[in-house]
């Protein structure tokens, strides 16, 4: 599957899936514009992608994002993940539709949508989004917005890392289990920096 | 004594759970602390690591001579103190390979390589029968209640600590993963002097490793201690002779 | 959908199912002085005047809302607005005319079960005509009564507290109702005070283009328990209902209130309802909300959780058969530290029918430590049905721990094909496997409903297959 990083926005906000492949939003695109919207349209049979959306925000850049993944055409498939960190009085608003036509049967699309909060006085928006008018089809979303787990940094903590260590470790697996799912190794190491998560 | 607790008394959220726990563990001393579910054993062990969710509220405790209840989890680990989880957390993204790294580092203060870690690791995986692909999954994120243990041992081998407490690690284990666990504490005995606090409700893992003391808990307090013998009579005639 | 036959025997010159013997109708349409007659009807103090005038003036102001089901096709100058069926609340069943029996037969409220039931109100078009109450729950000083009753027997309560949790301005339904309210149910349970068997009321439509605008305010106050339940059905119409009811609920400090409803309106009703709660400090709201049948519904109910440890829950079943729009839904607000609060809702599409799953999580800056777990399931049984799930999460704490989750599947044919290996008809089959599907919720309500809920899937299931 080819790795394709979205570092503009599409005309017409559409981005049409006419062969499998993995689109990954830079997290300077996400950051740089007020609202980043896109449609990610699969009018081929057969066709199958994943939409990767990382993003670490802060007070200066707050994200809003709107992806769509709009199954048209038969045995699709699709799965959205996005992962943010929300520092100190940021904001990540993040719409996240599926929506599968009457056409689109056998379709599978997922949506996972974490945010992770690291910072006081922060501010997450979330609206996963389930349009489905066919029967034949698989779709889920989870979405879950919540702190570091205590009892996780408590664990790390007995294994002699600091606080701060342990959280900035909990941070980087968080995208890291995302990152590890691309499959252009140029693309991973472009956004590792940007996540604040290069080599230790 | 490596380790000495007095009169420890422990809440949660305004329950009190022990009820005044005098215990000593001289180095390299192996102690067996038995007691039906409830009498308060992991919360003993919880409390010696420092979990947040549980409150001191009397007593103390000294770790090579080195008062425990005002440091830090990380720094009663940093002391040599290690507790192999009942439940250890899943934590998503972060490799096995790249943690284990990172702690060895921290304990001892140094850099290695990656390349350099791994031959130091394959020893360790050998005494635990791991495979070493093992290590590129995360760290306990999908694992069985049986690689969760070997995951907490295999962290003990990294560590290298003085002392090891062993919240219920023989539990739900069968006979050749109990084997490979006993074999792990074993190999830091004989190798570093390591002390041992079993914690158990049953005496199959003590034919492994022979405790020089057995303590009997019930109720937040220790109603018993004795030699090695205590934990024959236990499996005779179980909990019911050493109640109030 | 078995009321053909009777309903041949009791066509009137009004084309009403069962004759009705009202004393006072109002003309189609609503104006000021329609809202003023209903007013001087029942003889309300001046202050609920002014209110239900300044409330006609917010709802005229406000469009329809665009977003949820299409309401293009409500004609609200095609509405009577208000109707009073008898003079007097009925004293005793003997005194209650034949017509309401018949009437109340076929919707089996049960006059065996009577004594099992804590208290009866039964509905009929705009005013509350039979009502018993246990001599028991007098002593323990619970009032409970039609709500045009409490206005004039419980003045001060009731100002106190009207319009205090929804108020007119929330929304165009909310204004219409406080227009034009008629009848429901007010509920006082003293401090301390736990009701064991569940208060029960019944709600129906009966006459043609009658919209129902039943007004409902419960007050459970400090450490009280108790559990109302309602059940709504109506008969078969050619021409579209509007039901716009509005229910609120006090929930004060450390009380515990749950208010369960099962809905079956006809195919042409407009169900478009406004519940709401405001929890205080450790309190707990559970609304149980099984909504089948109407034409569209929109409903979901709320919980702001306003007091330190609040609790909120809202277990939702949306079941859109043929021409059905099932819009329904929670809301829960965290206001207060340390609130928590659950919805799961489970939905069924069938035969053309939607439904739609549209909730609100929202947390406030002074909302330290706030839970919430949201669980949408959506089971479409064949090609023609839909569903969407619309969650809005607005989290403004950053201590809070906020999950949802949803699924949208169909019923696996190698499941059908295990359980008709064991004999069953594949209607049968179904049947089971939705009764599974919506069992977590169905095993919250009160036995009868459980029973009658699950029949008339069994029912459904039956018209929906081969």
Same mark, same amino acid.
Request: proline share 4%; hydrophobic share 40%; aromatic share 8%.
């Given at each position: ?40 349209? $699969? ?66 699309? $997922? ?62 697996? $968080? $995208? ?25 | ?244 | ?466």
């Amino acid at each position: 599957m080819r790795t394709i990083l979205i570092d503009k926005i599409p005309s017409k906000n559409i981005i049409e899936v006419s062969s499998s492949a993995q689109y990954v939003f830079d997290p300077k695109l996400l950051k740089g514009q007020d609202v980043v919207e896109v449609e990610f349209l $699969f009018n081929t049979p057969g066709v199958t992608s994943e939409i990767i959306a990382l993003y670490s925000c802060d007070e200066l850049s707050p994200v809003k994002l709107r992806t769509s993944a709009r199954h048209v055409a038969r045995s699709t498939s699709c799965n959205t993940v996005v992962r943010a960190v929300l520092r100190d009085n940021s904001l990540s608003d993040y719409l996240g539709k599926i929506k599968i036509e009457k056409t689109a049967i056998d379709t599978s699309s $997922f949506l996972d949508d974490a945010v992770l909060v690291v910072g006081k006085g922060t501010h997450t928006r979330s609206d996963p989004i389930l349009e489905i008018e066919a029967n034949e089809v698989k779709a889920s979303h989870g979405s879950t917005t919540g702190r570091v787990d205590e009892s996780m940094l408590y664990y790390l903590e007995s294994r002699g890392l600091t606080r701060n260590e342990a959280e900035g470790l909990i941070v980087r697996g $968080f $995208f890291e289990s995302v990152l590890g799912n691309i499959k252009e190794a140029s693309v991973k190491n472009y956004l590792e920096p940007l996540l604040g998560i290069g080599e230790k | 004594m490596l380790l000495q607790i007095n009169n420890l008394r422990v809440s949660i959220e305004d329950k009190e759970i022990l009820k005044g726990i005098t215990l000593k563990l001289g180095e390299g001393e192996v102690v067996a602390l038995m007691g039906p579910n409830g009498s308060g054993k992991s919360t003993l062990a919880q409390t010696l690591m420092g979990n947040p969710a549980y409150t001191v509220t009397d007593g103390n405790a000294l770790f090579d001579s080195q008062k425990l209840f005002s440091l830090e989890a990380n720094e009663r680990s940093n002391l040599g103190l290690f507790l192999s989880f009942q439940y250890p957390s899943e934590v998503t993204g972060v490799t096995i390979s790249n943690f284990l790294r990172l702690i060895y580092n921290k304990k001892n203060n140094t850099k290695i390589s990656p390349a350099k870690f791994r031959t130091i690791l394959k020893e360790k995986l050998s005494i635990l029968e791991m495979p070493e692909d093992f290590m590129s999954r995360y760290l306990n994120e999908g694992f069985s209640g049986g690689e969760k243990k070997r995951m907490e041992m295999l962290q003990m081998l990294v560590l290298e600590p003085k002392l090891a407490v062993l919240d219920e690690t023989d539990s739900g284990l069968d006979i050749d993963a109990l084997k490979i666990v006993a074999k792990a504490v074993s190999y830091l005995r004989q190798e570093k002097g390591m002390a041992v606090l079993i914690i158990t409700h049953y005496t199959r893992v003590l034919q492994y490793l022979e405790p020089d003391k057995v303590v009997i808990m019930r109720k937040g307090i220790i109603v018993k201690e004795g030699d090695s013998s205590l934990a024959q009579e236990l499996e005779d005639k179980g909990y019911a002779p050493f109640g109030e | 959908m078995q009321d053909i036959k009777l309903n041949s025997n009791y066509k009137s010159k009004y084309g009403f199912n069962v004759k009705e013997d009202f004393v006072f109708k109002t003309p189609k349409g609503l104006n000021e002085d329609i809202v003023s007659q209903i007013s001087a009807m029942k003889h309300e103090p001046e202050w609920m005047r002014e209110l239900r005038l300044k409330a006609y003036s917010i709802f005229l102001s406000k469009p329809n809302p665009t977003w949820g089901g299409d309401l293009s096709k409500i004609n609200y100058d095609d509405i009577y607005y208000y109707l009073k069926p008898a003079d007097k609340e009925e004293k005793s069943w003997d005194d209650v005319p034949q017509g309401v029996k018949d009437t109340f037969e076929r919707l089996g409220i049960p006059q065996a079960e009577r004594e099992h039931l804590a208290g009866v109100k039964a509905q009929f078009d705009s005013e509350v005509i039979y009502g018993s109450l246990m001599a028991e729950l007098e002593e323990q000083g619970v009032i409970f009564l039609g709500t045009d009753d409490a206005l004039k027997k419980y003045p001060e309560i009731f100002e106190q507290y009207f319009g205090t949790v929804i108020p007119a301005a929330d929304n165009k339904f909310a204004a219409l109702n406080t227009a034009v309210w008629s009848g429901g149910s007010f509920v006082y349970i003293p401090k301390g005070i736990h009701v064991k068997r569940p208060l029960q009321a019944y709600f129906r439509i009966n006459a043609m283009n009658m919209g129902q605008f039943e007004r409902t305010l419960i007050i459970a106050d400090e450490g009280s328990y108790a559990h109302y339940v309602e059940g709504c059905t109506a008969p078969v119409y050619s021409k579209d209902s509007l039901h716009s009811a509005v229910v609120e609920v006090i929930v004060k400090p450390g009380a515990r209130f749950r208010y369960t409803t099962i809905q079956n309106w006809s195919n042409d009703v407009y169900n478009l309802v406004t519940k709401r709660a405001r929890v205080e400090k450790n309190g707990v709201m559970e609304w149980v909300d099984g909504n089948l049948g109407s034409r569209l519904t929109m409903k979901y109910p709320s919980c702001y959780l306003v007091g330190e440890g609040a609790h909120g829950e809202v277990l939702s079943i949306a079941y859109a058969g043929k021409h059905q729009h099932q819009d329904a839904g929670a809301k829960m607000v965290h206001l207060a530290p340390n609130t928590s609060s659950t919805i799961i809702s489970k939905s069924v599409s069938v035969l053309g029918g939607r439904s739609s799953y549209r909730g609100l999580v929202s947390v406030t800056p002074t909302a330290n430590n706030a839970k919430c777990r949201v669980e949408c399931d959506a089971l479409i049984l064949d090609a023609e049905s839909a569903s969407d799930t619309y969650p809005t999460m607005k989290i403004d704490n950053d201590t809070a721990q906020i999950e949802h989750e949803a699924t949208v599947s169909k019923v696996g044919e190698e499941k059908l094909f295990y359980l008709m290996s064991r004999g069953l008809t594949e209607a049968e089959a179904m049947g089971l496997v939705v009764s599974g599907f919506i069992e977590p919720i169905v095993k919250e309500l009160p036995l009868e409903y459980a029973v009658e809920l699950n029949r008339l899937i069994e029912l459904e299931m039956e018209g929906s297959v081969g």
